[in-house]
C-alpha cells in the first residue's frame, strides 16, 4: 500500500501511520489491522476496523453539517 498510494507514511517497520482514529497521513484514508500493527491476532484486526469505521462514520456525519 505504502509503495503504491501517494502520500501515506510508514514507520520503519513499513506499517501504515495513523492517528487516533485510524485516519493515515493521506486526507480520507483509513487503516487498521496488520497494515498498521504488522501481523497480530484477528481479534486485534477486527477491533482497529471497528474504531477505523466508527472514526470514518463520524467524519462522514460532519461533512454533512
Known amino acids: 500500500i505504502r509503495t503504491t498510494t501517494h502520500g501515506i507514511?510508514?514507520?520503519?517497520?513499513g506499517c501504515l501511520v495513523v492517528d487516533e482514529t485510524m485516519k493515515t497521513t493521506r486526507d480520507g484514508v483509513y487503516a487498521g489491522g496488520d497494515a498498521v500493527t504488522g501481523a497480530a491476532t484477528v481479534i486485534l484486526a477486527m477491533g482497529a476496523g471497528k474504531e477505523a469505521a466508527r472514526a470514518i462514520d463520524a467524519a462522514i456525519k460532519a461533512k454533512e453539517q
Do not use: C, G, L, Y
Open 9 to 13: 507514511e510508514a514507520n520503519k517497520h
